[in-house]
């Protein structure tokens, strides 16, 4: 691995690593909403915490696009080429 792939492998699995938190975390949050009375101040808690981690998700996409490799126009990127 070049010396240039490095930060781009690492910003990659950085995004993964975040993603899967904010995965967790939405995944929890939900459960949490379904046991919580549709009316209360926890629901609109969780659903403030829902809200945050659906941007950190975003970021985390933003992150995992500016660490892929350009292509060549008119390159199929799952052929490498």
Not at 35 to 62: C, F, G, K, M, W
Not at 67 to 75: L, Y
């Amino acid at each position: 691995m070049s010396g240039s792939q490095k930060p781009e492998k690492a910003l990659r699995e950085a995004a993964h690593d975040l993603n899967n938190l904010c995965s967790t975390i939405m995944g929890f949050a939900a459960l949490a909403e379904e046991l919580d009375p549709q009316n209360s101040v926890i629901r609109a808690y969780l659903t403030e915490i829902r809200h945050a981690t659906d941007a950190v998700a975003a970021i985390a996409r933003q992150l995992r696009g500016l660490s892929q490799e350009p292509t060549m126009a008119g390159a199929d990127p799952k052929l490498g080429v």
